[in-house]
């Protein structure tokens, strides 16, 4: 295929019960300015069978509904792809929508420059709501990943991510496709592609409207998971392991470290000059009671320059208190399951699958 670059697209759609989400992105799969792809739609196993959503898009798309027991997304796209007719697959979440011009996008930057597999950015529709924009917001800025989810010039080698991610029916079969992982099965697919030599690229033309967890509750949970399986791929792909990884935890601890000064010197400092015993150590406590407002300051800081950014960003200052908010939810949910992980696996030795069952699944 590299010769001739007859590029023949295959999207697997993995859905589990979004039926109104389902409809929107196939809305915008009609919509696409090249039409010349294939959807696969793998219901796994949702309580309300999505066969009719998918037949209503017959006429308009070239699309196949399948049906099976639940298995979780990775093993549902495996299944999709078994059942595809393209030479080049591409993910998607059922939660996103679709740019008309996507497809297109993917076709010029292949031909351009070949590559096995790529990813692309995710972003907040204009329609979408408050927490919507806020928890985009807090998932791709500079102030609070570094903006590797959707900047090119972040990260030296691009980790595709299963929302937008496309990768050659070579790569595919090559590596297995998606292992057993239920949370970080993508990022686990792309180590996998770079130990076997194969390459991925970021697509900076190819972002979807991604819509994320609905609410702060889920959100979190959905982050924690992200955090505990950090240190499984870590084990599982060593050579990968980077010291970033560790920033959310050290964030979260420094934010503790943060307020506690704050506390003490607005609160407990005061009442030490109350005590005759501190009176020869004025001095100290004046010196240490300055000294602790420091990482106060700079958390107050960077808080108004998050909520800043987010509110010009995003052209609301509502949208800027919220993410201020699923920004410190992120990195302490993320923070806290990283280092539980990291515990459990590198101290205590317990097994991935026997400490985090949730996150395997019987291929």
């Known amino acids: 295929m590299h010769g001739d670059l007859r590029v023949q697209f295959s999207l697997i759609i993995a859905v589990y019960n979004r039926k109104d989400e389902l409809r929107e992105l196939l809305n915008s799969l009609v919509e696409q300015t090249d039409k010349n792809f294939e959807v696969i739609i793998v219901d796994d196993g949702s309580a309300e069978k999505l066969e009719s959503v998918a037949l209503n898009y017959s006429g308009k798309l070239d699309i196949k509904y399948d049906y099976k027991q639940n298995s979780g997304a990775g093993l549902a796209r495996n299944y999709g792809c078994k059942k595809a007719n393209g030479n080049y697959f591409i993910f998607l979440d059922s939660d996103c929508i679709v740019p008309k011009h996507y497809i297109e996008n993917v076709r010029k930057e292949l031909y351009t420059r070949y590559t096995d597999a790529f990813g692309g950015a995710d972003a907040a529709d204009k329609n979408f709501n408050t927490l919507q924009k806020a928890i985009s917001y807090s998932m791709t800025s500079l ?183 699923t920004t410190f939810i992120q990195f302490f949910s993320y923070g806290f399951g990283f280092l539980q992980s990291f515990i459990v696996l590198n101290i205590l030795k317990q097994k991935p699958q026997k400490a985090f069952p949730s996150h395997f699944y019987t291929q």
């Open 143 to 325: 102030f609070t990943t570094g903006g590797i989810r959707g900047n090119k010039k972040s990260v030296d080698k691009f980790q595709p991510r299963s929302f937008n991610m496309g990768i050659s029916r070579e790569a595919f079969q090559d590596t297995g496709g998606f292992s057993e992982l239920r949370v970080g099965e993508d990022p686990d697919l792309t180590l996998t592609l770079w130990e076997k030599g194969f390459q991925t690229r970021f697509f900076p033309d190819c972002k979807v409207f991604h819509k994320r967890r609905a609410t702060l509750n889920k959100f979190a949970r959905q982050v924690y998971h992200f955090g505990i399986a950090r240190p499984i791929l870590n084990q599982r792909h060593p050579t990968y392991a980077k010291i970033t990884f560790w920033f959310p935890s050290l964030f979260m601890i420094g934010t503790i470290i943060a307020v506690l000064c704050g506390l003490f010197y607005f609160f407990i400092s005061q009442k030490l000059y109350h005590f005759a015993v501190w009176g020869a150590y004025s001095s100290t406590i004046t010196a240490i009671r300055e000294i602790s407002l420091i990482p106060f300051i700079l958390l107050c800081i960077y808080s108004i320059l998050l909520i800043s950014d987010s509110s010009i960003k995003n052209k609301s200052l509502t949208v800027g208190l919220l993410s201020w908010i």
